[in-house]
């Protein structure tokens, strides 16, 4: 054999050698030692990441969350700042140079590996990692037991390391309201404890004053506007993860696959993870499914493993747009669908309104979006029907909400599904977010307050008045019977002329409606629109119940603000002698308390006979009187015993 070749084939079996060892190492790091055979391990704990080269996904996104925690080494660690960066215009220094916001909240889909994102970029730091499950530790005391101690003593038991609070699954925690014993609020509280103050000499520690939070604190999430994150994220550095690159994801499949000696292909792989949208932790635990039972993986396989996988990302919005258009060719090809199988849609529709777990979320964008589509239909048949099915949906919704009868609760998504048959057109635009409901509650509770604060007015009038007005503050009388017509008794015709020559008749109805508005406490209170005019406004403004679009009934009359300028005038100089005549009986009454002359009566007449009717006249008594003694001390026992006498 030549020279060169014997070379070449030296060559070959060398790199063949040195390639082959490097798998071994590769496999040997990856996997941790354990003393658990690996059958009994799973391939989510085997497959790890530990380093910063093993995650997927961007990188910026662990770039963030690495500069975050490297913003307390000064704190934790006593380590000077490296290049100082420009601060911000609202940016405050802190005493220990922490970061502004002491809470790191990471969002994004289930399965992207956002806890294990939080313990690599920990480890890297120099941290201990303490991980607590909101959803778990729902109260409170959670806070105050466990992790105000960990932060306070620095780091965990048993540990050197400073330690590195890991929250997860916090958007599950109770924390909505202003439950001041919940968990985010606590939590927020505890981020909120000012720095203690140097003592001076001989002075006492205030045992009410807490210790600054010297450790950071990562807070992990699915939902970042879930109603329990309110008082956290003004509070917190927000990071969202996104869904990686599939091909990034099945090239790291097909490397697993390799290791574990598992025969896969593309398709396959490309078909899982458009099954999962992503979650590498889903596919994982189906590749490991399918390990226990073939050596091969493939598509048929696959689409059996993934039947009732629970769905990623499945939102209102996304729901909605699944009901009004089909699936695109590429989803279909993900699924790896057959076109007969594509027109299959109630199970799938169905399973999707059912996984959200909000069915009257759904019905109110349905309620909201099929209005303005624009789809021929000369008889409105399709209209007619959706408006059916909405009613369905109410009456199902009623009997079970309102009657108890849960056992309609498997019913509830095919009555949204029918939706899809009758408006589903491909290319169709996607559908808004409906703020209908929102708006409708917002201006509910706007008209709740005014009814209060209504009623009030009423209650102090009633008093006054000695209850000429208290009946009316009822709310349904308040609603239906007194407010409409008040707004018509305050709004009469008058004309806008110099109160000096009004006439008598307009004067006596500008006296009862002067009277009648300081009586009920309502005001017209001056104010400047957006283009600059002065108007007068009704306080409590109780004219948005009898007008709707910018227009008010007809019986009642355009109030000009010539007229509300008078009334309001007379209002508070009505206001003003009321006052002056309270404070002159207030200082009558003091006089005659603290005065020794008493109010002279009038004289008895001579003979003794009375001015008023009923009133017997005097008999002359000219007998001397004896004087009798008294004896207080018996009076007093014996009325004692009588009262106890009559007691029992």
């Not at 890297?124 to 466990?146: F, K, L, P």
């Not at 968990?183 to 505890?190: A, E, G, I, P, T």
């Not at 209102?316 to 699944?322: E, F, G, R």
Request: glycine share 6%; hydrophobic share 35%; net charge positive.
């Amino acid at each position: 054999m030549p020279l060169h070749r014997l070379r070449d084939q030296l060559s070959i079996d060398t790199a063949t050698r040195l390639q082959s060892q490097d798998r071994a190492a590769a496999s040997a790091s990856t996997r941790p030692s354990t003393s658990q055979p690996q059958e009994e391990t799973l391939w989510v704990d085997r497959y790890r990441p530990t380093r910063f080269t093993e995650l997927i996904g961007n990188e910026r996104v662990a770039r963030d969350v690495m500069a975050w925690v490297k913003q307390w080494d000064w704190c934790v660690f006593g380590h000077k700042k490296g290049k100082k960066r420009p601060r911000d215009e609202n940016e405050t220094e802190d005493e220990y140079h922490r970061p502004e916001q002491k809470l790191l909240l990471l969002s994004g889909p289930p399965g992207l590996g956002k806890t294990t994102l939080a313990h690599v970029v920990a480890r890297h730091a120099g941290y201990e990692v303490m991980e607590i499950n909101a959803s778990d530790a729902r109260s409170g005391t959670e806070v105050e037991d466990r992790i105000r101690p960990a932060l306070e003593s620095g780091s965990a038991v048993g540990s050197k390391k400073p330690v590195l609070l890991v929250i997860d699954e916090i958007d599950g925690a109770t924390g909505a309201g202003d439950n001041s014993g919940s968990f985010v609020h606590k939590l927020v509280q505890l981020t909120r404890d000012e720095p203690m103050r140097k003592r001076r000499a001989g002075q006492k520690r205030d045992p009410k004053s807490a210790r600054p939070i010297l450790r950071p604190i990562i807070c992990i999430c699915n939902d970042p506007n879930a109603s329990a994150l309110a008082k956290l994220r003004p509070q917190a550095m927000h990071v969202r993860l996104m869904r990686p690159a599939d091909a990034h994801v099945v090239k790291r499949l097909r490397q697993i696959c390799e290791q574990e000696a598992l025969r896969a292909d593309t398709q396959a792989l490309s078909a899982l993870v458009g099954v999962a949208r992503g979650d590498l932790r889903g596919c994982l635990n189906t590749l490991q499914f399918i390990k226990a039972r073939s050596a091969e993986v493939s598509l048929s396989m696959v689409r059996t493993a993934t039947v009732g996988m629970k769905q990623a990302e499945t939102t209102v919005a996304s729901v909605l747009n699944n009901l009004f258009a089909p699936m695109s060719k590429r989803r279909v090809k993900e699924l790896g669908l057959t076109e007969a199988e594509e027109h299959k849609y109630v199970a799938r529709l169905s399973h999707e309104v059912d996984a959200s777990g909000r069915e009257s979320g759904i019905a109110v964008g349905c309620f909201a979006h099929y209005a303005t589509l624009r789809q021929h239909d000369s008889t409105l048949t399709r209209f007619e029907k959706a408006n059916e099915w909405l009613g369905s949906f109410d009456a199902f919704s009623a009997a079970m909400y309102g009657d108890g009868e849960f056992a309609l609760a498997p019913y509830l998504p095919y009555t949204l599904v029918a939706f899809y048959p009758l408006f589903q057109e491909r290319g169709a635009p996607r559908v808004e977010r409906s703020h209908e409901d929102w708006e409708a509650l917002q201006m509910t509770r706007a008209n709740e307050e005014i009814y209060k604060s209504f009623s009030q007015c009423l209650r102090v009038a009633g008093s006054r008045c000695g209850g000429a007005f208290r009946h009316l503050s009822n709310q349904p009388t308040l609603q239906l019977e007194a407010a409409p017509f008040i707004n018509r008794i305050i709004a009469p015709h008058l004309r806008p002329v110099n109160r000096q020559i009004i006439k008598p008749e307009d004067r006596a109805v500008m006296t009862r409606l002067v009277t009648l508005m300081a009586a009920m406490e309502l005001r017209f209170l001056p104010e400047r629109g957006e283009d600059g005019q002065l108007s007068y406004r009704l306080e409590p403004p109780i004219d948005v119940f009898v007008t709707y679009d910018g227009k008010r009934a007809a019986d009642i009359a355009v109030s000009r603000y010539a007229v509300r300028q008078m009334v309001a005038t007379e209002i508070e100089a009505a206001i003003t002698r009321q006052s002056e005549v309270v404070q002159k009986d207030t200082a009558t009454g003091k006089a005659s308390i603290f005065n020794t002359k008493t109010v002279a009566t009038p004289p008895e007449p001579a003979d003794g006979t009375s001015k008023h009717p009923n009133k017997r006249a005097k008999k002359d008594v000219t007998a001397p009187v004896e004087e009798k003694v008294r004896w207080p001390w018996i009076h007093t026992r014996l009325s004692c015993v009588l009262c106890c006498a009559h007691i029992f």
